[in-house]
């Protein structure tokens, strides 16, 4: 399974129910690239940066391959317009469906649209 920002935002601030969850699933989890650096893009600070830094080391991170990133762009040219679909999303989806994983996120609005795509709501 990979993790989408929301998810690893609310574990990051300690939200009892992502910690809870995180801490009690058994299967390997990973991280898209895509998303660590979300992460960081949200740092306000050298010391929230550091920290950031830190925590997705926990995870295996995983970034997309040529494949990948040629469905995200044909999948992006096709939704973006239509369905508002970011250019990370498309990255961070098609990373996931590259690795045959689902992608644990409450961001049904846009990755709702990548029809190959395996969400679950975590928690």
């Given at each position: ?46 010391a ?31 939704l ?31 990755y ?12």
């Amino acid at each position: 399974m990979l993790l989408d920002t929301d998810v690893l935002v609310d574990f990051l601030r300690g939200h009892a129910p992502a910690v809870n969850w995180l801490t009690s699933y058994a299967l390997p989890i990973g991280i898209p690239g895509f998303v660590a650096m979300e992460l960081l893009q949200g740092c306000r600070d050298l010391a929230e940066q550091q920290r950031v830094e830190r925590e997705p080391a926990r995870f295996a991170m995983h970034w997309p391959t040529r494949t990948d990133c040629e469905r995200a762009y044909s999948e992006f040219a096709a939704l973006r317009l239509v369905e508002g679909i970011g250019l990370l999303d498309s990255l961070i989806a098609q990373t996931a469906f590259g690795l045959n994983e689902p992608l644990a996120t409450f961001n049904t609005k846009h990755y709702g649209a990548v029809t190959a795509l395996q969400t679950v709501q975590p928690y």
